[in-house]
């Protein structure tokens, strides 16, 4: 979880769909749904609402840039009357942070009104839009959500339900997907056949609900049912739950980065709580690259179960050595990199108090470009601390991903262009350690059915020939 | 022209187009052309630019509900890189008054990307969505210019140029539309073929521009060209202008509705010069309802040059009567119409010293509901007026307009329901004239090629059977 | 009136006070009456109100940068509960602008919560900061209004009632003032005693107002009862009204340029309608300029009415040459000087059919800088018009104001630095005549109380050695 | 440290001053050290600069309503020049909540412009207010600071020097005051004798620095010098540093729940680590309430340090148990009481896997109303923890704070009303512990000198018996 700092990596999305089969407003629950999933995507967001009621086109919308807490006031809210509806929180890359890409995508087709939520990426987007272009379809945003619409729409012609068009549609996109669609009548979720991104299921009294994290589901108050695995089309109706598992591989492949970073701690994935894999993380790295040392810290947030879980192995005391500044928003304005204020540092502080005269072992998720590990390393120091460890709790990162993480391109990535112990001086480490990319299936129980494409440069799907984004986004 | 009060009628739509073949930036040319368009619709505006000499794909836009010196600042403008580009403003009923219904229209096809504004209204656009919908096609937004696009796409693929499918496209949408489109090497501007609404080119150094009334030519420093005619499409690329008038029909169908409320008086459309077609107004008024009174007064702004008329005709001197308050925004505060609060006339107020103790003739252009009519009867007494007689500028409302007019149902108009001397009672008048319906070809110079289905039932095409906004938008 | 057109000289202030002896809220009348004063002030205005049965310390304040309809919405206007209160719009120069100084001033002092809204401008206010500050004050705005209030207050331990500190107050003061005032329990008027500025009584079934102009009155659906006489202090108190004229004195010198330009024409200012005025400069121009033409039109909007009364004087035909677009609002971006916007001309356009090969006689209230009237004439050059002959309904500009108006220094001034006829050739007119110094006097029904010095340099009162604005402000 | 979280017993307010000797900017660096104190004060900000080398009266405002990312943009501090300047974050209750009480507050006065920023409260502020208004003196705001200044501007009449009229005015103000003072060419900090809230001097180059708390420095690069004693005059002229420490008395009264709650725990105050306090906090708590127990948890963030402290002192595991939610922001739409919502916990979630099945010690910093320990007790029990014995790093809270911390009458407070094991039954606790009243200096090391009216009813100086908010604000 990365607070509402500049995430390193860059987030992805979170979606949350409900449906209320005794008919009460889903819309306000949507909003607190995706306000713990706001970790996933901060730079826009939306909510689709309809009546299951009504005729089969209506829809009330509301999609903005920015938190959730500046995109809808309780007015807005408060209009968004319907029993169904889906919300969606976006990250992107700036070129295409612009106001027509936000989600949910509402659109209306043969049947009536259609909203959809995706996280994930597709490969094959850019040949599908080509293909769809090539029969005389139109894009107005550059997401993958509307080629996946168009998809269901034209299958929905063929077949009797709308769950069977998604089912279609499935066999023709390739990449990473969890998606929430409201029909007219059903909520509708979906998960890639690699089960890259995680979706699962809750309910609350007679409503259902579909999230990105479980989280989602806790924090309004719902009961948590289970995950929808790989290749599953969940549909939701007047009459309950159906499962269509038809599209299921046998080739699993979810997103270890989900774990490491991404996913806020008190979710639980696939059946793996991803406090405790941090906590495993932990506890690998003290066993892989020992140190003597007098503490373990975490840079916050997503380092701290990390450092708890070597701390507990070495037996080293865990502390706290950061205090971070939340308040730091989409508004705030970045120190320039004047020399006056190259020295202001707002987002962390050190707890001189726990390091001085320490020797300490700093625990972070991951190094991309190294500046900022450097710029901690050296605050640590200027603290007081005799040694400054770095123990990262994954694997150096190698590769790009095109499954939905947005990290940059490999010239940029340190751990492409250096070795080990060249970043560690780079960074000003007394010793750096990394996980190792053969105990990964640790973090979750042993599942070997995870993605390392970013570490390995192994992708389970052929990357795509010419980036989606290119084209259309700039 | 209506100021920024409240229209009476209902406005409708403003487009601009602009291709600077010397590859100068359009964007804040096109602001002001469309700000000079304002009175054409006041509810949400928008600007897309692209450059002819970028990639295909490419397009900067700005869209979003207001005025035009609400949606766009100067660091928007500015950031509007392009050398071709249209916009649009925007007016239309609450239902549908929300942001994804902005325009123009940006979309990528299979060869770019294309931007469409559109004026008008089109009475088989439940039919084609529904017949495009059962291809597979999605619908976001429910304005027509989603339609045109559509139907631009897939004609784009059996022909060899975009003004081809333009045209075939023509062949299959009735009703009234002004459109301009902007493609990647491209600007086209296309006139229906009855030529409901107004569209115009100009030029400005090595500029082309095309825009719904000529006054907006004026505001930017442009040479007014030409009409673009009835049926005529127009092709602008770096070669020059080219015309192709073969979907031109042999029956106009001009809205005789621009010349008396909706234009600017400063405009000339088709030859016709609309102040000068008020001023007829009044002097036929003068010529077939003659009163003996003191002054001629006009209800601001469209009232005033016909009262100029009628007082050029009939002798009586011409006078101001009325003050109004042109700071009335969209976020004003309504009275309410508690007893206190009944009194409070915000927009108009009287010059008692032009018509105390005179029998004054009050011109205005039209009686809608008559609830305005017979408060500024009142206020006119009030101010010692001795006498009030109405004169209105266009024959009685009695039928809905489905060519781009926002009337309201026959029900709720007077002239439906009420016979003359009736309205007159009911307005406190002492006496009451309305324009000839078969004079109203002189406000044209004779031309019989306009429609006034409005007055007279008499539709140039047949009424849709199901109302297009009835669907999506509610 | 300027309509929401930059003004050329700057405006001043308006002010609108009620007390509602039924107890109702007064706070939406004030908002309706300010709005009908906008002209006067465009930069910020505000409202407050408290309760009369309330402590004596209660109130509820709104203010803002910006026009009327920006700084209130309906809600804030709801919650302010009062039935007592002032409210003001303001104008100054850029430096000023600042939030601080938004008015009514809002304090308390030993007797309770005093609020006050201020038009004017006193010549001894640095003297009297000075004064106060050697006694231990301390300045939060750089408004007069905060001198005042603290000589009241001062005056107020000295004597049993508000309104006799009032009157202290203004033994001190010198300058134009007129001021409304809410006490715990008392509105307030106060007018200088020149009578610079104009101040009315109105009445609403058992409600008082106070305000800048009768208009003011109209648009609330009050009663007009009288102007407050120069040197007047109107108490309104549980008991009605109350009139102390002990500070009148024998030379008026009431501003003859709220007749000509500033003040709404509907307006009934010390017995003379403002209307009637600007016919009457028309008149005497026509006769002290006559001129052989075909037309006689007015800059919109303070040029219209003397271009009427030049119309009926010399029998030359009224027309309307401009159209406006007053659309034009607080955050319009301005064309910039470059050669390619250097032609857009936004706020007016030409009706090139009314002055196409005409010779007119174009009515303006002024030349400040002689830039705008250049644009105007060309622009009607450029429009056919064969001759055009400039006439303006006030004498030369040759000094600067210390009462309230925003008029640049003299070397700014073009009458300043150049000859009428020089002024005629810079300006690119055929013939150009001012109005009569010494026939201002008609303007106002031969009324010899009124202040000239702005053509004259004839100052009622001493101007001030220092510029008030120079060390507060900048 | 409070997070974005509602505060549980109020905020007060924090400041931040700063000169820099060579002339450069120092808006942008005032900006960054409110940033870093945000956690005193969530309601408004403001910062006042103005240039030493300037005229006497110069300054440059920016203040309003939210956090210092809303209220600030890059182009405001960019505009405001000046190389000396104040700056403040505010939190107040509802009722005063008002624009015209945002800090720091700039008048002029007899020698210049002064900006004032405050923190504390003083208790005779309602008969220094009623004093001067009885000579005259008129109040635009509510809040001390004013009056504060009044004292200021009379005293500089009698004597030399800006620090000599801030000497004469702390003889007559009594209470709590942190205060920093921009006057044309100096910077002032001062400190009331009792030494109730923080104030620390730091230094960056040739910039000086004061600031609440020594975090501020932190994030803004410069260096600790040392605290500003209680009862000390700091003037920073550009000669450097003088003290006046003639005002200091012998009886100290620092506020204790400084350390307990309402700074960083990475300040350092009065030679105290903040976090250290809490740690020992933590271990009194552990010798005084030991339990035998599965693991030690904080409630974030104020309680995670005495957690830490209670683990190392009991030898039980720390653990982290919950996730914050750190977007809740000002805007933030509350779940409503009803059935549907009231399960809906937004701001923090459990995480299951570290307390499931566990005997878990809850730490946090205080009961208030004990709604929210109720809640939180809950969530764990729910979360499978077999029992919960929370423990509280202060003693209970009994009596109302006069010296700026806004803790709720008596009344509301539940220890007010209930003994410490009814309480432990309210909020479904298996133990209850508070810390004892008489190990309190050891939070700071033994120091006698502090406040502990809150919990002993000792007040340091008698409460007023009027209290200050009741007639300004209502």
């Known amino acids: 979880m990365s607070g509402v700092e500049e995430p390193k990596l ?10 209320d089969l005794d008919g009460n407003d889903v819309a306000s629950t949507i909003y607190y ?4 999933l706001q970790h996933r995507g901060q730079e826009s967001c939306g909510i689709a609402v309809s009546r299951t009621d009504g005729p089969p086109r209506n ?13 809808f006031d309780a007015e807005a809210i408060e209009k968004m009357q319907g029993d169904i509806g889906v919300g969606h929180v976006r990250y992107s890359t700036a070129g295409a942070s612009v106001a027509e890409n936000t989600q949910p995508l509402v659109l209306n087709y043969i049947k009536g009104t259609l909203s959809l939520a995706h996280n994930g990426n597709l490969i094959n987007a850019v040949e ?9 379809a139109i894009f107005q945003t550059s997401i993958d959500s509307e080629v996946i619409a168009y998809l269901i729409a034209r299958e929905r012609l063929n077949v009797g339900k709308v769950e069977e068009a998604v089912k279609r549609a499935m066999e023709k996109i390739k990449g990473a997907y969890s998606i929430v669609i409201a029909s007219p009548r059903k909520l509708i979720g979906v998960r890639d056949p690699f089960g890259f991104r995680p979706l699962c299921i809750g309910k609350r009294d007679n409503a259902y609900i579909i999230a990105s994290e479980s989280c989602a589901l806790d924090t309004v108050g719902a009961e948590f049912i289970r995950d929808i695995e790989p290749g599953e089309i969940v549909t939701i109706t007047s009459e309950g739950i159906k499962s269509d598992k038809s599209m299921s591989g046998d080739k699993c492949a979810k997103c270890i980065f989900e774990y490491i970073y991404f996913s806020r701690p008190d979710s639980y994935m696939d059946g793996v709580c991803v406090y405790s894999s941090r906590i495993t993380a932990g506890k690998i790295l003290a066993q892989q690259h020992p140190v003597d040392a007098d503490i373990v810290v975490g840079v916050p947030e997503s380092g701290n179960a990390a450092a708890m879980g070597y701390a507990m192995e070495s037996g080293i005391p865990y502390g706290t050595a950061f205090i971070k500044n939340s308040y730091v928003g989409r508004t705030f304005i970045k120190p320039k990199q004047s020399a006056r204020e190259s020295s202001v540092m707002v987002k962390l502080n050190v707890l001189r108090e726990v390091v001085n005269d320490k020797r300490v072992v700093m625990i972070d998720d991951s190094i991309v470009r190294g500046t900022t590990s450097d710029r901690i390393v050296k605050a ?3 603290a007081g601390a ?26 940029q990535l340190i751990a492409h262009n250096h070795s080990i112990d060249e970043i560690c001086e780079l960074i000003g480490a007394d010793s750096l350690g990394y996980l190792d990319i053969n105990r990964l299936d640790e973090l979750i129980d042993g599942d070997k059915g995870y993605c390392n494409a970013c570490f390995s440069g192994n992708y389970p799907l052929d990357p795509p020939k010419e980036d989606i984004r290119g084209d259309y986004e700039k």
Do not use: A, W
């Open 10 to 19: 860059g987030e992805e999305c979170g979606v949350f769909g409900m449906y």
């Open 33 to 36: 749904g995706l306000f713990s």
């Open 59 to 71: 829809s009330n919308v509301c999609k903005g840039m920015g938190l959730v807490n500046e995109v």
């Open 128 to 136: 599908l839009r080509q293909k769809l272009e090539l029969s005389g």
């Open 380 to 382: 640590l120091k200027d």
């Open 386 to 411: 005799k040694e400054v460890h770095v123990r990262i709790s994954s694997p150096p990162f190698l590769y790009p991903c095109y499954f939905g993480t947005d990290i940059p391109s490999s010239r």
